[in-house]
Structure formats: structure tokens, C-alpha cells
């Protein structure tokens, strides 16, 4: 069965600085890989994905993530982060076409310091 | 606007009674889900349903109950047997069981 380990529970950093949230998945077949963020009192947005390709992905608000199949990684990163980036942050897995659920990490709390 | 709706926004009941979450989607996706979410805590899977009429306990299902009448919706009743019911309860759906959820924007539930 595929997890997913994401190794912060929180994360502060200033304004304008980079900021990488750390994601580690365990799986023995090829899987998807999902970034969400949560707002306070909201529902989980999707931020980007990892399907099959490039491993490099993007969002349209500066983060990128890169699969790495040899580390079983997905680290999400923003070279700048802006005051409105404070969220929790969840990275997910899953199996392609199989029987499995998405695993959802237990979350990483982004707190932006002016 | 295509998306998922949840009603109300925020929920008292006192101990001891029954109460259902709404849950309601015009994304014409297949599979249907309800989580859990603690403070500090991630998400717990309670039901998932991956068609009308049809739907599977998920990881903490005990105290809980759903039904999928329609495609569009999927309502969750936490009963007086959930001993720990005061959460954020968060509804998502996805086209298929491998493609992304989607999510609405949950219901703070409060038993007193």
C-alpha cells in the first residue's frame, strides 16, 4: 500500500524569502502526486500535479514541484513567498487505475513572516 | 460555475442528536467522498461512493452513515453513536477513483 510522509508540520519563514515543504511517498508501482493547499475555514484547492512527463510541474502562483522517482519525493518550492501564501499545505498520492484511495500527508503549516 | 456546495457553513447540535451534512456537486464526477479534518490533524476518510447507489466505508466510518441517491449528491449524517462528532467535514468528488478531488468548502460542525 502507497503513504505519503510529509516532514514538517509546520514551516515559518519572512516574506520574500524561498521556501521548500518537504514530501516523501512510499509506493512499489508508479503513482500520481498532488500538492493541495488549504486556506483557514476553507476546502483543500488543488495546486499542482504530477501524472506522467515532465517532472518538473508548475502553478499559475509561482510553485513548482519535482518528482524524483529515485528518492520517492515531491517537494513543493517557491522561490519568493508573498503574506498570502500563509495556508496548510497537503501533498497526496495515488495509483493510477487501481483500486486504491488517494493518501492525503498530515499537512504542513506555511506561516509567512513580514 | 461548475463546483461543490456544502450546507451550512457552520452546525450546532446538541449531544445526542442525529444531523446531516449536504453535500451537492454539478461536476457530473462519478466518485464522491466525506473526510474528517482535526485541528492539526489531516484528512480521515469516512465514506466514499464511486456510484449511484453504491458507497464504502472508509477509514473511521463507526458513527456515521450516507446515502447516493442522485449522482449530484451526497449527504453525510453523523449519528448520537460518533463519540467524537465536533469537527471540520470536508466533501470532495473526482471524475475517477486515480484523479484529483475536488473540494468543497466544508462544514464546522459543533456538538455540545
Known amino acids: 500500500a502507497q503513504s505519503v510522509t510529509q516532514l514538517d508540520s509546520q514551516v515559518p519563514v519572512f516574506e520574500e524569502a524561498p521556501v521548500e515543504l518537504r514530501c516523501n511517498y512510499s509506493?512499489?508501482?508508479?503513482?500520481?502526486l498532488f500538492w493541495y493547499v488549504q486556506y483557514p475555514n476553507q476546502g483543500l484547492q488543488l495546486l499542482l500535479k504530477?501524472?506522467?512527463?515532465?517532472?518538473l510541474v508548475k502553478s499559475i502562483n509561482g510553485f513548482e514541484a519535482e518528482f524524483n522517482k529515485s528518492q520517492t519525493s515531491f517537494h513543493l518550492r517557491k522561490p519568493s513567498v508573498h503574506i498570502s501564501d500563509t495556508a496548510e499545505y497537503f501533498c497526496a498520492v495515488n495509483i493510477p487505475s487501481s483500486a486504491s484511495k488517494i493518501i492525503f500527508g498530515s499537512g504542513t503549516r506555511l506561516s509567512i513572516r513580514p | 460555475d461548475g463546483g461543490i456546495t456544502q450546507s451550512p457553513k457552520y452546525l450546532f447540535r446538541k449531544e445526542g442528536q442525529n444531523v446531516t451534512l449536504s453535500c451537492e456537486q454539478n461536476l457530473n464526477h462519478d466518485a464522491m467522498y466525506w473526510y474528517r479534518q482535526d485541528p492539526g490533524q489531516g484528512l480521515r476518510l469516512i465514506y466514499y461512493?464511486?456510484?449511484?447507489?453504491?458507497?464504502q466505508k472508509g477509514d473511521i466510518a463507526e458513527g456515521y452513515s450516507v446515502s447516493r441517491e442522485k449522482k449530484e449528491s451526497f449527504p453525510l449524517t453523523v449519528t448520537s453513536a460518533q463519540k467524537n462528532p465536533t469537527a471540520f467535514y470536508l466533501c470532495?468528488?473526482?471524475?475517477?477513483?486515480?484523479?484529483?478531488?475536488?473540494f468543497g468548502p466544508g462544514t464546522r460542525l459543533t456538538v455540545t
Open positions: 470532495a468528488s473526482s471524475a475517477g477513483r486515480s484523479y484529483e478531488q475536488y
Open positions: 504530477y501524472l506522467s512527463g515532465s517532472t
Open positions: 461512493s464511486q456510484i449511484v447507489n453504491d458507497f
Open positions: 509506493s512499489s508501482v508508479s503513482v500520481y
